[in-house]
């Protein structure tokens, strides 16, 4: 049987991190990487659970390959977070599933794709994950590898499916961490970026790993030029990690701290554990400390029960912050989660506007904040080729800039001309050649 492998994947890094993991163990299993589902014999869609339309969009997509399935013989196996959830009804739902994987257990899939094509069974195979696996990844991006550090989640915010469709936190051998950083700076990478769900509560479940800070110190001690991490959380943020980001000079001044409203009503019920009050205290910490960092955050708008006031509490601490980007989402009912029980009474009418006028007010914001660069020289690292021609990167902080020269994998000087909403324009000054690297 031809083994040729398409893979599509929804949703969060951590979900990229997966997918990368997906083609690892099935590349090994002697399966070729194919970027076309029209080439492949095994489909795999990765999907995401957060939201209904993230839901929905994985469903969009089966069509195409039904219309595969009657050209010829293709396997279609959906999974992820998806799959963790939504299991066998899948299957029922739609015929062309001929396999159903959960968001862990992936070292086992080759093994599970043979038999689903030898038997032409269909199968589901989402046992709840309980560790971290070590599995090889075939990594997408060459400059930046994404690694590990914590797996699923155990905050239960009211609104969040995570923990059901991940599991419960666990933080990653720290050995294990560090083989797999080294690996990634013998492979070329210039800049590793740490994944968990709650990173900054690494250790946490397993204290003989020790904290999140004592581990930055130790990935920055590689000597990659650059580490970035994320998703921190608000509740967990200690002093320490801000001293370590402070004192070391190849982890980058970029914090997305997601503080998901400005109201404390709203984030007592989202079960969010922590204050407006104390959110701005660490934002205050953090840029008393690393001068120039920029925080980014996730909100959602029109939780269950947020009123105008509550939304103009939110408006207020965008305005406060002065966040570098945001993400935003309109609430979404999720099954399993706590909020799922509480009518989503606000309409959808108005969950459109707040999200607008909070998309507005920060296209505003930014682009005064990215207007500060013009004419200051940043370091940047280019890790792809921009559409307009140069190259396009990350400042430090994680602003993106496209530069007229520069080579991708280069960390560069490059003096800033002009600037957007949506990040830095200008041109390449001093290509600087990465040191202290084997
Ligand atoms: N662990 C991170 C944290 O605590 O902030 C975020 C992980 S979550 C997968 C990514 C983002 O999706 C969240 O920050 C939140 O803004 C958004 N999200 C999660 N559940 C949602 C829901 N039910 N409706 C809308 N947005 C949601
Ligand atoms: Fe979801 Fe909250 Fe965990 Fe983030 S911390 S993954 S929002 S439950």
New binding site residues.
Partial sequence: MRKRLYIETW??Q?NLHQSEGLAGVMTRAGYTMVDRLDFADVVLFNGCM???KAEEKVYGRIGAVVEEKRKRGVTLGVGGCLGQVRGESLLKRFPAIDFVFGSGGHGSLPGLVSRVRDESSRVVACGQPTTIEEIPHVRSHRVSAMVTITEG?S?F?S????PYARGPMRSRDPESILREVEGAIESGAEEVLLLG??VNAYGSDRPEFGGFATLLARVAETGIPRVRFT?S?PRDMTGDVLDVMASTANLCHHLHL?V?SGSDRILAAMN?GYTVERYLEIVRAARERIAGINVTT???VA?PGETEADFAETMRLIEDVRFGSI????????PL?R?ARVEDDVPESEKGERLERILACQRRIALEENERFIGREVEVLFEGAARSGGCVGRAKDHRTVVARGGAIGELATVRIEGASAAGLSGSVLVPQRIEGRR
């Avoid at 609104?159 to 995570?162: E, P, R, T």
């Avoid at 993400?327 to 999720?334: E, G, L, T």
């Fill in positions: 949703g969060c951590m957060v939201r209904q989640c905050n915010c609104y969040c499916i995570v769900q709650n998703t959380h997601p998901q969010r996730d909100l959602i939780y993400f935003v989402a309109k609430y979404s009912p999720r989660t909020s």
